[in-house]
């Protein structure tokens, strides 16, 4: 059984979005014309193989996303542009020598654009296409292209099989529902026989400042009381099994981690 954390890249964004603290977003006049700080909004994919199927965690941005993000205008808030030719999902994956027919599951932990990114890659591919069943109802159910993150080029059409509350999808692979950042919003946990446990959370607790204790919001949530049930609720497993917690989009975590295709975890 091994864990291979794929690295793709950076958005850059306001770190605003991701961390609600009043220090950074409430300033005396003396600090009114202080830069914006902006901050490198890391994004990853986890491919998991085991005895009994391989698994990839979220399929990041698309090569497109300048275009494709268009309609939504939030491509001049987190442009997809701290990214490498080797990092985009494909190349890493190739990296590893791994295509869309050496997976069984394609599992994303909700259907923003920066995690669904890709995923039309796996479509026909033999690999089922796993999302939380609140998700998808509610990336289904809205009118309209897109509202907020979520966009329908992204994903509509696709045929994606439903979980519903903590799943266990593979021996040693639970889909944890942690909602509140959407309404289905799941974090992974896997239990490896060297390492212990590893939770990953996406974007239920964004990155370690997130986490706290206490728990900062972000401001990017559906529902904040769901979300900060979520984040105790991660913790409670973490601290119960001693596991790592890897966080969404946190740049300074991701970069002391072992990542493909030299790094894993087993």
Known sequence: MKVHVLDCGA?????????????????PRAERDKPV??????????LVETDEGNLLWDTSCPRDWETRWE???????????????????????GRLGVGPENLDYVVLSHLHF??????????????KLVCNDKEKEFAFGFEGL???????????????ETVSGDT??????TLIE??????????????LPETGTMIFTSDAIYMGDSYGPPATPAAIVNDLSAWYASVEKIRSI??????????????????SMRTAPTGYYQ
């Open 168 to 173: 266990e999808i593979l021996p040693g692979v």
């Open 114 to 127: 920066d995690h669904a990114g890709n995923v039309r890659a796996f479509a026909g591919t033999g690999a």
């Open 37 to 46: 700080e902006w901050y490198p909004c890391t994004t990853h994919a986890v």
């Open 71 to 93: 309609p939504t205008g939030l491509q001049e808030f987190f442009p997809y542009d701290q990214v490498s030719e080797e990092q985009y999902l494909d190349a890493q994956l």
């Open 146 to 160: 897109f509202t907020g993150a979520h966009l329908k080029t992204d994903y509509e059409g696709l045929d994606f």
């Open 238 to 255: 973490a601290e119960r099994s001693s596991a790592t917690v890897v966080f969404g989009h946190d740049a300074e975590q991701l970069r």
């Open 11 to 27: 958005m850059s964004c306001d770190l605003t979005w991701l961390l609600l603290k009043p220090g950074r977003t409430i300033r």
């Open 178 to 191: 942690a909602p509140g950042h959407t309404p289905g919003t799941m974090a992974m946990r896997v239990d």
